[in-house]
T-cell receptor, first 113, second 113 residues
Framework: DTGVSQDPRHKITKRGQNVTFRCDPI?????LYWYRQTLGQGPEFLTY????????KSRLLSDRFSAERPKGSFSTLEIQRTEQGDSAMYLC???????????FGQGTRLTVV | AQSVSQHNHHVILSEAASLELGCNYS??????LFWYVQYPGQHLQLLLK??????LVKGIKGFEAEFIKSKFSFNLRKPSVQWSDTAEYFC???????????FGTGTRLKVLA
């Protein structure tokens, strides 16, 4: 499968723990996005990379969230000191260029207990 | 702020009924428009997209959408729905000076056999 791959698919963690998610985009897609989706809502933008540069970060994202895309390939999203409100589906998407459609992965479902 | 509105949150139809889902956006300038579908347990998939040209665009599985610039709308239609169309549908926009996709809250469609 050459689509967007996310790992893990599910994560259960205790409040206060740190978690890290990985996303492997479609190869040669230079744009990579992270979104968060909760029940009954559409995907909410978190951050965006063009190659290895993080060009935009949502103001809704607290300092506990950080994302990287070293070498412009895969990306990681880390959440420090998780809170129950962080429970959601975290989606990764990649795109080949400006305005083109985004291709989404299956998502990582985070549950904070 | 840029936003996307989907007016119908839940829609229930019988098979063979016609479908129209509303989508309005608030953006200035040139935009690209998308409809995504999320079948139960699956990732977001592109149904159709509008970049330019003919405002009536056709997508997969018999879906179509019409871009009406004067109304800032991009409504999704299907003449005759099938049970397999049961899913959640999201309208998304990119453009207007931003590189992020803005999604609506989604419409959950249930088609009764």
């Amino acid at each position: 499968d050459t689509g967007v791959s996310q790992d893990p698919r599910h994560k259960i963690t205790k409040r206060g723990q740190n978690v890290t998610f990985r996303c492997d985009p479609i190869s040669e897609h230079n744009r990579l996005y992270w979104y968060r989706q909760t029940l009954g809502q559409g995907p909410e933008f978190l951050t965006y990379f063009q190659n290895e540069a993080q060009l935009e970060k949502s103001r809704l994202l607290s300092d506990r969230f950080s994302a990287e895309r070293p070498k412009g390939s895969f990306s990681t999203l880390e959440i420090q000191r998780t809170e129950q409100g962080d429970s959601a589906m975290y989606l990764c998407a990649s795109s080949p260029g400006t305005g083109a459609e985004a291709f989404f992965g299956q998502g990582t479902r985070l549950t904070v207990v | 702020a840029q936003s996307v509105s989907q007016h119908n949150h839940h829609v229930i139809l019988s098979e063979a009924a016609s479908l129209e889902l509303g989508c309005n956006y608030s953006y200035g300038g040139t935009v690209n428009l998308f409809w995504y579908v999320q079948y139960p347990g699956q990732h977001l998939q592109l149904l159709l997209k509008y970049f330019s040209g003919d405002p009536l665009v056709k997508g997969i599985k018999g879906f179509e959408a019409e871009f009406i610039k004067s109304k800032f709308s991009f409504n999704l239609r299907k003449p005759s729905v099938q049970w397999s169309d049961t899913a959640e549908y999201f309208c998304a926009v990119i453009g207007g000076g931003t590189y992020k996709y803005i999604f609506g809250t989604g419409t959950r469609l249930k088609v009764l056999a």
